[in-house]
């Protein structure tokens, strides 16, 4: 009696399960990889290029008080601010310190919101057209919420009446929180120079000194935007000394010589 031959389980359909299996597994160790550098290493070498770029900036220090060498305190100037040109595309022309986000917090501001070359590289980014900082209109910029040192990372924590400090060479801007909302990316009102004025409406004659910050929401995804916007409440010369706001919260204003450029933020 002939007997048949051992076959293995499965046959052919088996086997291709075996390799599926292989390369989902395969897969998955690569998306792994891949979160790990979205989420992780992006944010590393964006932090080191956001310090090397604060370390070259040629700007003067703040100035301190004779007798004791702590930093001097800036005068609140309210009456019109002194207002700098827009600069070329990609020029980093500011820096944002954000006190409710801790005392180490600051990120370089760059002309343009181009994803590759200024927020993916640079930090926060300045929508081009709209008001420079201390001007009428609003001063409208955008930073990346999630990866590539997410400079508005904690950008839904702000609360009304929050300090934003703005500092360009010469000048400090000192703004307030007013308020928040969520909007879709469409909706690029929130950036209009009065902030809810629809594209192509006549811009009526302006009051205000705005500042308004766009990112990404829900965290990781592109779905909506969140907004934040503030108000100027003064601003003062470098020369006279550092931000009472900045002061409090043990912000320290470093040369550029005394930056680490091997460190992050």
Same mark, same amino acid.
């Given at each position: 009696m002939r007997h048949a031959r051992g076959r293995r389980p499965g046959g052919v359909f088996g086997s291709i399960v075996g390799v599926v299996g292989e390369l989902l597994i395969t897969a998955g160790?690569? #998306?792994?990889?891949?979160?790990?550098?979205? #989420?992780?290493?992006?944010?590393?070498?964006? /932090?080191? &290029?956001?310090?090397?770029?604060?370390? =070259? #900036? /040629?700007? +003067?220090?703040?100035? !301190?008080? /004779?007798?004791? *060498?702590?930093? $001097?305190?800036?005068? =609140?100037?309210?009456?019109?601010? +002194?207002?700098?040109? *827009?600069?070329? *595309?990609?020029?980093?022309?500011?820096?944002?310190?954000? +006190?409710?986000?801790?005392?180490?917090?600051?990120?370089?501001? $760059?002309?343009?919101?181009? !994803?590759?070359?200024? #927020?993916?590289?640079?930090? &926060?980014?300045?929508?081009?057209?709209?008001?420079?900082?201390?001007?009428?209109?609003?001063? $409208?910029?955008?930073?990346?919420?999630?990866?590539?040192?997410?400079p508005y990372h904690l950008v839904a924590d702000l609360t009304e009446g929050d300090p934003l400090v703005v500092r360009t060479a010469k000048t400090w801007y000192v703004y307030r929180v007013t308020e928040h909302e969520i909007v879709y990316p469409n909706q690029v009102e929130v950036v209009s120079p009065v902030p809810g004025l629809e594209p192509g409406a006549p811009v009526p004659e302006l009051t205000q000194r705005l500042m308004t910050m766009t990112a990404c929401h829900p965290m990781y995804s592109a779905a909506q935007r969140y907004i934040v916007h503030g108000e100027l409440d003064y601003w003062a010369p470098v020369d006279e000394g550092t931000p009472a706001e900045l002061l409090d919260a043990g912000v320290e204003i470093q040369a550029a010589g005394d930056q680490d450029l091997t460190g992050v933020r």
């Open positions: 160790v690569f #998306l792994g990889l891949f979160v790990v550098w979205q #989420l992780w290493w992006t944010d590393v070498q964006a /932090e080191r &290029i956001h310090t090397q770029v604060l370390a =070259e #900036l /040629e700007w +003067p220090d703040p100035p !301190k008080v /004779e007798a004791d *060498e702590g930093p $001097a305190v800036a005068s =609140e100037h309210r009456g019109k601010p +002194p207002v700098m040109d *827009e600069p070329a *595309e990609g020029t980093v022309f500011g820096q944002l310190y954000v +006190p409710r986000w801790g005392a180490d917090y600051v990120s370089p501001i $760059a002309q343009g919101i181009d !994803k590759a070359t200024i #927020l993916d590289r640079l930090g &926060i980014g300045h929508y081009p057209g709209t008001a420079m900082p201390g001007d009428l209109g609003n001063f $409208a910029t955008a930073g990346h919420r999630t990866t590539y040192g997410k």
